[in-house]
Nanobody
Framework: QVQLAESGGGLVQTGGSLTLSCAAP????????MAWFRQVPGKEREFVAS????????YYADSVKGRFTISRDSAKNTVYLQINSLKPDDTADYYC??????????????????WGQGTQVTVSS
């Protein structure tokens, strides 16, 4: 069982930055593709970024390319999402997810096996 716990959300002004963290204790974490999704109430959960189990390969939604950076520290069993140049449209609950499937370009929520509880990011204009 992989339990994920996000942190780092908060209220930030337009143009600001945040770093979200996702802790996943246990050896199982090292073999999973990890990803970040976000969701606004009333809308579907949206893929943001993913990273391969080795950490060498990443994949981003077009809407966040150049502003978001996903990374992982296997020694700490933690995945990060660095968010720069925040916009009001980035306001959402951000979720960490883990997938046991092969490949790091998985963008559909049903391809992920485990989820965290989410951390809220609010960007003020």
């Amino acid at each position: 069982q992989v339990q994920l716990a996000e942190s780092g959300g908060g209220l930030v002004q337009t143009g600001g930055s945040l770093t979200l963290s996702c802790a996943a204790p246990g050896r199982a974490f090292s073999s999973y593709t990890m990803a970040w999704f976000r969701q606004v109430p009333g809308k579907e959960r949206e893929f943001v970024a993913s990273i391969s189990w080795t950490g060498r390969n990443t994949y981003y939604a077009d809407s966040v390319k150049g502003r978001f950076t996903i990374s992982r520290d296997s020694a700490k069993n933690t995945v990060y999402l660095q968010i720069n140049s925040l916009k009001p449209d980035d306001t959402a609950d951000y979720y960490c997810a883990a997938s046991s499937r092969i490949g790091w370009t998985r963008t559909y929520p049903n391809e992920y096996d485990y989820w965290g509880q989410g951390t809220q990011v609010t960007v003020s204009s």
